[in-house]
């Protein structure tokens, strides 16, 4: 089943995983999910089910319709009954959609500081820009709402405008929250309304990327790539301040880099936090820990680190001491292996660090940044973005170093910042383990440069976290955890496969492994680890499913080609149902040579799909009949 929509007809769509508890009448073969084990009331006197993903083939050009849409051919086991799974959407951004307190709003759409569309005008056309990269998604139930669920979904980017000039990064990015009805017979979920979340409190958002929910039902988002401060200018950044503040000048970048949060409210609107004390990293999808207090955090960047923090009070991420891991190799061999230990960065609030901020202070003001040799031992020589800076710490600016300058102070204090493009975390509570996508081994990890030092392949692996209490930091202070990273390593069933020479179709990775992890979730019922691609190594990204016990690897979904995996967020149990949620972005984002054989036969599927590729979908699994 795929999600081919023309102009003139979209659907909305649904993502639900599992298997009907009730008969199938045919009428609602195409919404009908499984009742989630957390229902059953005597689950613990219960054998545990086991749910098994059936993998499907790549999509091929003997159909180029499959490989230009959204496409599903797999299945999904309960016990002894299989249930064939195919994909709907709630939306195509630039729909036309209700908004939440009347009148509609454009999906996806961009609004400046003061809440007024941002206007895409060339010389034939005159509309709202919207994005064709929605990217995090979170499915929220309110304690006390019972009519009603939500979603928040955040836009990382817009690729062009309409003389197809790149737009990345150079916009405010959207945030949004979707009330949706839930069909108490069949779990089917249909949107209601949908509302920009005002980000001008915190100065916009900056490229929003992945994300996930917080055990207390927030939404928890992030801001990657952040703008680097030394620059003596920065045209992404004067280009955003313009499209946000109407003045290239406005934009602070140190009001970039920080994890924001969103609150929902009953009525289906919400609020956006930023937190400045959790280090001013390119922030992915961060885990927060059963302890609602430990947060684990990729990076995705060259030269970057393994960041923890550690909140001081349950449920509140506005105070707490942020880490920097420390990797010991124990092995060198394919994506390596090394022991965990940290480092401690420092300890602040969101509100000091914010103040620092708004004092105007420069990058100059906090540290020395040379990116040629000073011939000066004052300075200390370091690996940063991918290559050579010396610095020198101004003295008494540790702190703002520490939460403002996070990259290089990091590297500073002698911290493993050789990582790359390390970007999905999750968490499997049961087992104790935590997994980290590191979506490309290449460059810092591979030439030498650091300590971590290891052989690949650029396809990427799913790194395994071994988690334990009783840790002590650099200083030699315990840490106060129970879910901190002691050892990391690749299982090998979650490690891609790079190819000597391409394939007949383009790839560069062998499409039956997985290539370039990004988006990561798992399903503590389901025992299983799924995991979504951003590739330049495969012709279409994949949709994973990993079964921990059984160590197998199911291909679930295809994305368009040229399109990213985004979105991830699988939920166990809403009022008895369970559900995957599964966004793309970018599609016919063609790359060379890696689409030179498909682009001219996909190119007119994927315009007519969506929207002459300005459009992507917010969506997620649904189970479509019985198999056999």
């Known amino acids: 089943m795929s999600d081919s929509v023309s102009l003139s007809r979209r659907r909305v769509l649904q993502f639900l995983a599992g298997a009907p508890m009730l008969p199938l009448a045919s009428s609602l073969v195409a919404s009908l999910p499984f009742l989630a084990e957390a229902a059953v009331p005597s689950l613990p006197a219960l054998k545990r089910v086991k749910y098994t993903f059936g993998s499907m083939a790549a999509p091929s050009l003997a159909?180029?319709?499959?490989?230009?849409?959204?496409?599903?051919?797999?299945?999904?086991?309960?016990?002894?009954?299989?249930?064939?799974?195919?994909?709907?959407?709630?939306?195509?951004?630039?729909?036309?959609?209700?908004?939440?307190?009347?009148?509609?709003?454009?999906?996806?759409?961009?609004?400046?500081?003061?809440?007024?569309?941002?206007?895409?005008?060339?010389?034939?056309?005159?509309?709202?820009?919207?994005?064709?990269?929605?990217?995090?998604?979170?499915?929220?139930?309110?304690?006390?709402?019972?009519?009603?669920?939500?979603?928040?979904?955040?836009?990382?980017?817009?690729?062009?405008?309409?003389?197809?000039?790149?737009?990345?990064?150079?916009?405010?990015?959207?945030?949004?929250?979707?009330?949706?009805?839930?069909?108490?017979?069949?779990?089917?979920?249909?949107?209601?309304?949908?509302?920009?979340?005002?980000?001008?409190?915190?100065?916009?958002?900056?490229?929003?990327?992945?994300?996930?929910?917080?055990?207390?039902?927030?939404?928890?988002?992030?801001?990657?790539?952040?703008?680097?401060?030394?620059?003596?200018?920065?045209?992404?950044?004067?280009?955003?301040?313009?499209?946000?503040?109407?003045?290239?000048?406005?934009?602070?970048?140190?009001?970039?880099?920080?994890?924001?949060?969103?609150?929902?409210?009953?009525?289906?609107?919400?609020?956006?936090?930023?937190?400045?004390?959790?280090?001013?990293?390119?922030h992915e999808l961060v885990q927060v820990m059963p302890d609602q207090r430990t947060v684990l955090m990729g990076d995705d960047a060259t030269n970057g680190g393994l960041f923890m923090f550690v909140a001081d009070q349950a449920q509140d991420l506005s105070a707490g001491t942020l880490y920097v891991a420390k990797w010991t190799q124990t092995s060198g061999t394919g994506p390596g292996a090394g022991k965990i230990s940290w480092i401690k960065i420092g300890h602040a609030t969101s509100a000091e660090i914010k103040a620092i901020i708004d004092s105007g202070v420069k990058s100059t003001d906090i540290m020395s940044v040379k990116t040629s040799d000073p011939n000066d031992s004052s300075y200390t020589k370091i690996r940063f973005s991918g290559a050579n800076n010396w610095v020198k710490l101004v003295p008494g600016m540790e702190k703002a170093a520490a939460f403002l300058e996070t990259h290089r102070y990091a590297a500073l204090i002698g911290a493993s910042m050789g990582f790359t493009k390390m970007e999905g975390t999750t968490v499997n509570v049961a087992d104790k383990r935590a997994y980290s996508a590191m979506s490309y081994i290449y460059k810092s990890m591979t030439d030498g440069t650091t300590d971590i030092h290891v052989q690949g392949p650029v396809a990427g692996a799913v790194y395994e976290h071994v988690l334990e209490g009783g840790q002590y930091d650099s200083d030699g202070d315990r840490i106060d955890s129970e879910w901190v990273s002691t050892y990391m390593h690749a299982p090998e069933a979650l490690v891609g496969e790079d190819l000597a020479t391409r394939d007949a179709l383009g790839n560069s990775a062998h499409p039956d492994k997985i290539g370039n992890p990004d988006n990561l979730k798992y399903s503590e019922a389901m025992r299983t680890l799924f995991i979504g691609e951003d590739s330049g190594n495969h012709v279409n990204n994949f949709l994973w499913a990993y079964n921990v016990d059984t160590k197998?690897?199911?291909?679930?979904?295809?994305?368009?080609?040229?399109?990213?995996?985004?979105?991830?967020?699988?939920v166990d149990n809403v009022n008895g149902f369970s559900y995957i949620m599964s966004n793309f972005q970018h599609p016919g984002d063609w790359e060379s040579p890696l689409h030179d054989v498909v682009k001219g036969i996909l190119e007119p599927y994927e315009e007519a799909n969506y929207r002459d590729k300005y459009s992507a979908a917010v969506g997620y699994l649904t189970i479509t009949g019985i198999v056999g």
């Open 63 to 282: 159909d180029p319709a499959q490989m230009a849409t959204t496409y599903v051919a797999s299945t999904l086991t309960k016990g002894s009954t299989t249930y064939s799974l195919g994909y709907e959407t709630f939306f195509l951004t630039g729909d036309e959609v209700p908004a939440t307190g009347g009148g509609t709003l454009v999906a996806g759409g961009y609004y400046d500081i003061d809440n007024n569309p941002i206007v895409d005008i060339t010389d034939a056309t005159q509309r709202q820009f919207f994005s064709d990269c929605p990217d995090g998604l979170s499915l929220i139930q309110l304690d006390g709402v019972d009519d009603k669920l939500f979603a928040v979904v955040q836009f990382e980017y817009t690729t062009k405008n309409a003389a197809g000039t790149s737009m990345y990064g150079l916009l405010p990015s959207p945030i949004a929250v979707l009330t949706l009805k839930q069909n108490t017979l069949t779990g089917k979920l249909d949107l209601v309304s949908y509302y920009n979340v005002d980000t001008s409190a915190v100065k916009g958002l900056w490229i929003t990327c992945a994300a996930s929910k917080s055990p207390w039902n927030t939404h928890l988002s992030s801001e990657e790539y952040e703008p680097d401060a030394t620059l003596a200018s920065n045209a992404q950044l004067e280009g955003f301040s313009q499209n946000l503040f109407g003045d290239s000048s406005v934009a602070n970048p140190y009001d970039y880099g920080h994890l924001p949060e969103v609150t929902i409210k009953a009525n289906g609107t919400g609020t956006v936090q930023k937190h400045y004390c959790m280090g001013r990293i390119s």
């Open 552 to 570: 197998e690897l199911s291909r679930i979904l295809s994305c368009p080609s040229g399109a990213e995996s985004t979105g991830l967020h699988a």
